[in-house]
């Protein structure tokens, strides 16, 4: 082995898994939004039609919405591409712009990692109280996407803001430092 097989051989092993794990995302949330659209249309027909549905559809249907939402969500702080107001950092000269960028993101992966450990604790309740959310599915099992998704974007705005500080503190030519989407 020669020493770029061994220094960057742990990288784009990663890389490959991260890879994997964001193929993954993306399918679990074209399943569950094939499945709520599906689901949806089937009532509706059921309803206009024969004048009956699945006594559950509707709840699933919601479920599968807040499935949707956090499973978008966590994609989305995956790519960068979620909702954000930079209002300060709009005024404030090109120098700052990954300073303020970074004490964002650090801000953001606080407020996700809080998120993420009371929705733990709300789910982990539902769980002992045993309720039902249809059928014999579960409350607990429902709810179970928030602590994960949660914590999935704390861990990527804590890891982008660490990349972006590391920039920050060591400069590459004042650019931002290179990620995989």
């Not at 996407?145 to 920050?168: D, E, G, K, T, W």
Request: proline share 3%.
């Amino acid at each position: 082995m020669n020493k770029n097989e061994t220094e960057y051989g742990n990288t784009l092993y990663l890389g490959r898994i991260l890879t994997v794990v964001y193929r993954i995302e993306d399918g679990i949330l074209a399943a569950v939004l094939t499945l709520m659209i599906a689901l949806a249309v089937v009532q509706i027909l059921l309803r206009n039609f024969f004048g009956a549905g699945f006594i559950w559809g509707d709840v699933l249907v919601r479920i599968l919405v807040l499935w949707i939402g956090l499973l978008g969500a966590m994609i989305a702080t995956r790519q960068n591409k979620h909702i954000s107001i930079d209002l300060v950092a709009r005024y404030l000269p090109k120098r700052f712009d990954l300073p303020v960028k970074a004490v964002v993101q650090l801000f953001a992966a606080v407020v996700c990692a809080l998120a993420a450990f009371y929705s733990f604790v709300f789910v982990h309740a539902e769980y002992y109280d045993g309720g039902r959310a249809f059928g014999q599915v579960p409350v607990w099992v429902c709810e179970a996407i928030m602590p994960l998704a949660f914590a999935v974007m704390a861990l990527r705005y804590f890891m982008m803001s660490l990349m972006r500080f590391q920039a920050v503190f060591r400069p590459n030519n004042g650019e931002e430092p290179n990620r995989r989407n």
